[in-house]
């Protein structure tokens, strides 16, 4: 067992560092959930793709750095550290971007990964449907073959940063006639300016428009834009599910500069004692999700592909997330209150932790059948 | 950078679990609860010869220490299997002794290979009336007490017999070195961890048989939700246990004492839970790990002091 990083990794990581030390934004960008914040958050990826710190892990083809695993982890350690922006190309970066390297071509990662990494293009996710939530495969939107294409036609809701972004992915409904629910589904990438869609942006608690419906309506997707086999989206989808709940959505370099914050918090306020255990806990929180990460990440470079032990990691970040913004709001008192504050601004986002990339009901139902081997039941 | 047990650890880790499910310890722990040792005496000799206690041990003193990933690894198979007896005390004495030259060299070898075991403790001493060496912590010493008064207190977990050290005795060191409190902790740690694993690995089993309603109750959500909240807790101990262990830093040790207890306790209730009334027998033998998951979490640092620990050490950034 070693935790130590080799002197290469270690000097990634001080060049990693001294980058960010002369860039990140010395005041926080505005909620990449306003017009002016997105717009903000776009530049910043513009700025980080400019000297190839946007995309680390990607080939340097296509504007990363073929940092690997270990060494996207220590970025993202440095990346929380140094202070620097949420990610608004996320999406696409950790969910598409995956699914393009496992089953797109090589036409369409040159098409698609460069200007996703440079932030010109940002992609929102199109899954969830009015009657189709965590019965995902249940989805009714349809993907109607024409010439050259598909024509899609149905609604999707939820989409994060849909209102904003440029395109949008998402699985649609190609054979209708399909003997199963999860046969029959196409995986497929969509202009949301394209003629027929309408973007109607939903507001989250605080009203900022996090998200949106999408009303289709005939939009046209050209054959080019299908990822894999027309008809085989389910398989696709599942592993683009399993890199998001997996490794690769919330690092744990995002938790454990949270929890030094939360500690900092704690300390300004004179180390309440009655705050103590929950402030040590999130310190706990922060270094079990590094450590759980790195024995994942050192299994997976032995060979071990990431399965449902992603659901385990899943529900941790979720509800850690959430529990660390409660104590600091608590430990802020009548301040907690106050909405344009980073606490309280982290705390809206960590609501919908337990929610989205798969409920955490989900999850657990997915830990107690693969992993610990109870019998199936209805839901 | 490679965060993984070795294939020797685990093989040490394999080899214990085949002993001690082969010593049918479930039956050790029950006779040793009724102040029969004769049985734990025995099973104590073979896991000391299979390498329990060396990794605490200096070469020195016949030892293969300092091993503390592998002296986790061995304290978690010892939790799963519910063994009886002084382990962590033993440990912890064999820290205490390593500092004291003079007593080290008679007292160190029998420690490692289960010919003699030790017990630590202030007013109650862990099995004190079967332990071989005694010492006592009061006043910020180490003492070398004469023994210990041969009737014994009931603790909630019944294998586990408090005795009240003889006062007297000779004094080992004039501070208790913060290091070896750090070993115990570990060993509680890693036992606690295996304790919650045994208990969901039981529970996991029982709901799959356990029908209900024509079907087995593990195809409940409510009941698969339970379990899955206990797998996350042990799952996200587990990893702080080892990484303690490699590091020995106290804040991280203590971090992965309040993780990997307050993972196994909660494991114990969902087990109780899950099981109904028969998980409330005495004579069901998941009452070996349900009581231990509770009186784990005051041994050796209790939930607060093992926060404070981490309140005045972890950083996590460096």
Not at chain 1, 236 to 251: C, F, K, N, V
Not at chain 1, 350 to 368: F, H, K, M, V
Not at chain 2, 281 to 292: M, V
């Amino acid at each position: 067992m070693d935790l130590t990083h080799s002197p290469a990794d270690e000097a990634f990581r001080t060049e990693a560092r001294s980058w960010l030390a002369a860039h990140v934004p010395s005041t926080p960008l505005p909620s990449l959930e306003t017009g002016e914040g997105f717009a903000a958050h776009r530049a910043w990826e513009t700025e980080l793709a400019a000297d190839r710190w946007s995309v680390v892990s990607w080939p340097a083809g296509y504007g990363g750095r073929d940092a690997g695993l270990l060494r996207w982890l220590i970025f993202e350690e440095e990346y929380y550290a140094a202070g620097a922006p949420g990610r608004v190309g996320q999406n696409g970066i950790s969910l598409l971007a995956p699914t393009l390297f496992a089953h797109g071509t090589e036409e369409q990662r040159a098409r698609v990964l460069p200007p996703m990494a440079t932030g010109e293009v940002i992609w929102a996710q199109a899954w969830s449907e009015p009657e189709a939530g965590s019965d995902l495969a249940s989805l009714r939107s349809r993907a109607v073959r024409t010439r050259g294409g598909w024509l899609l036609k149905g609604q999707k809701t939820w989409s994060s940063r849909a209102a904003f972004a440029d395109r949008a992915f998402g699985l649609f409904r190609s054979d209708p006639d399909a003997p199963k629910p999860h046969q029959g589904l196409t995986y497929l990438m969509f202009d949301l300016r394209a003629p027929g869609v309408t973007v109607r942006p939903i507001g989250r608690l605080d009203g900022k428009p996090a998200f949106a419906e999408l009303f289709l309506d005939d939009v046209f997707v050209p054959d080019e834009d299908v990822i894999g086999e027309p008809g085989r989206g389910w398989r696709i989808a599942m592993s683009t599910a399993a890199d998001e709940r997996g490794l690769t959505l919330r690092s744990p370099g995002r938790y454990l500069a949270a929890a030094e914050r939360l500690l900092a918090l704690w300390q300004a306020h004179g180390g309440p004692a009655s705050m103590g255990d929950r402030v040590a806990d999130a310190l706990i929180g922060a270094r079990a999700y590094q450590l759980f990460t790195y024995a994942a990440a050192s299994r997976f470079l032995d060979g071990t592909p990431i399965g449902p032990e992603a659901s385990l990691n899943k529900v941790f970040w979720s509800e850690y997330d959430l529990v660390l913004h409660e104590t600091a709001l608590d430990l802020l008192g009548r301040e907690g209150e106050v909405a344009d504050t980073r606490w309280a601004e982290g705390y809206v986002f960590s609501l919908a932790g337990p929610l989205y990339a798969g409920t955490n009901e989900i999850q657990r139902d997915i830990i107690a059948e693969r992993l610990l081997g109870l019998p199936k039941g209805r839901r | 950078m490679r965060f993984l047990l070795t294939d020797e650890q685990r093989a040490f880790a394999r080899s214990l679990d085949a002993l001690l499910t082969a010593a049918d310890t479930p039956s050790v722990a029950r006779a040793w609860s009724a102040g029969e040792h004769t049985a734990g005496r025995a099973l104590w000799s073979r896991i000391a010869g299979a390498g329990v206690f060396a990794p605490a041990v200096p070469e020195a003193y016949e030892g293969m220490g300092p091993l503390p990933v592998e002296l986790a690894v061995a304290f978690v198979e010892l939790g799963r299997h519910a063994v009886p007896g002084p382990v962590v005390e033993t440990v912890l004495a064999a820290a205490l002794l390593s500092g004291a030259p003079e007593h080290a060299a008679r007292l160190l070898p029998p420690l490692v290979s289960g010919k003699a075991m030790a017990t630590v403790g202030s007013a109650y001493a862990l099995d004190g009336d079967t332990a071989d060496v005694v010492l006592v912590l009061a006043d910020g010493k180490v003492w070398l007490s004469p023994g210990c008064r041969p009737e014994v207190r009931p603790s909630l977990d019944p294998a586990r017999r408090l005795a009240v050290p003889l006062p007297g005795g000779e004094l080992l060191c004039p501070a208790v070195p913060p290091d070896a409190v750090g070993w115990a902790r570990l060993a509680t740690a890693a036992q606690a961890l295996g304790v919650g694993l045994a208990l969901l690995d039981r529970t996991v089993a029982y709901v799959g048989q356990r029908i209900q309603f024509g079907v087995p109750i593990g195809s409940f959500q409510a009941v698969k939700h339970r379990l899955a909240d206990a797998a996350i807790a042990l799952e996200f101990a587990r990893p702080l246990l080892f990484g303690a262990a490699l590091s020995m830093a106290p804040a991280d040790i203590a971090a992965a004492k309040v993780a990997a207890c307050e993972a196994a306790y909660a494991t114990a209730r969902t087990a109780l839970q899950l099981h109904g009334a028969i998980g409330y027998t005495a004579e069901y033998d998941l009452s070996l790990w349900l009581t231990k998951a509770r009186v784990l979490r005051g041994a050796w640092g209790t939930p607060a002091e093992c926060r404070a620990a981490v309140l005045r050490g972890l950083r996590l950034h460096g």
